[in-house]
Antibody, heavy 122, light 109 residues
Framework: QITLKESGPTLVKPTQTLTLTCTFSGFSLTTGGVNVGWIRQPPGKALEWLALIYWDDDKRYSPSLKSRLTITKDTSKNQVVLTMTNVAPVDTATYYC??????????????WGQGTLVTVSS | EIVLTQSPGTLSLFPGERVTLSCRASQSVSNTYLAWYQQKPGQAPRLLIFGASNRATGIPDRFSGSGSGTDFSLTISRLEPEDFAVYYCQQYGSTPLYSFGQGTKLEIK
């Protein structure tokens, strides 16, 4: 059974760096084709994809946030870490990590973490 | 940049009704890379449909997906009370690598 859980600060001050950790079980990020993505959702708004890391350490970012994001993995700990620099109140959102793909060639996130709400405020 | 536009924004329906939700892409999307999710308040999204028309594991057969190119749809044949939620379409493969529509909310009438 695949599970993912996000952890990190609930409150961050503007201009600070946000670090979120996704701890997962039930799969390995060394298995070919597997990936973990980060998606966020501001309160009452739609989902926004942020970043993705593949089993082979290939990394992809949302173009609009690329300069502020870094995604890394620690396969020994079964963790994926997302850092976002220079946060602002507009970054207030629930941040999700998710497993993909559903099946080889079908790029959808089939299992999601519960999400963690991050508030950016002074 | 590819944009997914979902319509309508909100639908008010009775349980038992049939509904079709629309997702229109600004550029062609491969069927393989179009998915639908359901999200209930306070919960993470749940994958319903992958590859435009394939139900994910455990999804009831009242949910079906169809479409190709730039026009995709999700149909719920007979609404159950637990189906009232927000539905998102998602594409993969263009710029940005993934993107979601703005969602369609199904409300109980």
């Amino acid at each position: 059974q695949i599970t993912l859980k996000e952890s990190g600060p609930t409150l961050v001050k503007p201009t600070q760096t946000l670090t979120l950790t996704c701890t997962f079980s039930g799969f390995s990020l060394t298995t070919g084709g597997v990936n973990v993505g980060w998606i966020r959702q501001p309160p009452g708004k739609a989902l926004e994809w942020l970043a993705l890391i593949y089993w082979d350490d290939d990394k992809r970012y949302s173009p609009s946030l690329k300069s502020r994001l870094t995604i890394t993995k620690d396969t020994s700990k079964n963790q994926v870490v997302l850092t976002m620099t220079n946060v602002a109140p507009v970054d207030t959102a629930t941040y999700y990590c998710a497993h993909g793909p559903y099946a080889p060639g079908f790029e959808a996130f089939d299992v999601w973490g519960q999400g963690t709400l991050v508030t950016v405020s002074s | 940049e590819i944009v997914l536009t979902q319509s309508p924004g909100t639908l008010s329906l009775f349980p038992g009704e049939r509904v079709t939700l629309s997702c229109r892409a600004s550029q062609s999307v491969s069927n393989t890379y179009l998915a639908w999710y359901q999200q209930k308040p306070g919960q993470a999204p749940r994958l319903l449909i992958f590859g435009a028309s394939n139900r994910a594991t455990g999804i009831p057969d009242r949910f079906s997906g169809s479409g190709s190119g730039t026009d995709f749809s999700l149909t719920i044949s007979r609404l159950e009370p637990e189906d009232f939620a927000v539905y998102y379409c998602q594409q993969y493969g263009s710029t940005p690598l993934y993107s979601f529509g703005q969602g369609t909310k199904l409300e109980i009438k």
